[in-house]
């Protein structure tokens, strides 16, 4: 089997293994060191990196919630729930 170069997004640890397969039949994968499961690609935007800094930027310079789901193809839900974790909303 060929070896795929992954790094784990969290720690770029190149020590991962292949942790059985999405519902659509793309490869899930495991980090050894901070046991964090990812994908390679994701369907769902708000799952790709860069994207919760998105929604703080777009907040932090005056947007709705509903414009940033809009802008960013993510949910409303998704959006409130990340801000919720920044403490953006208290
Ligand atoms: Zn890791």
Request: charged letters at 25%; proline letters at 3%.
């Amino acid at each position: 089997m060929a070896d795929v170069n992954v790094h784990c997004p969290q720690c770029h640890s190149a020590h991962v293994y292949r942790h059985g397969h999405n519902p659509n039949n793309r490869d899930r994968f495991r980090c050894c060191d901070c046991l964090r499961v990812f994908q390679l690609t994701y369907v769902y935007e708000a799952r790709k990196p860069g994207v919760k800094e998105k929604i703080m930027e777009m907040y932090l310079s005056g947007a709705g919630i509903r414009k940033t789901a809009r802008v960013l193809n993510v949910s409303t839900n998704t959006v409130i729930r990340t801000l919720k974790k920044e403490n953006a909303l208290a």
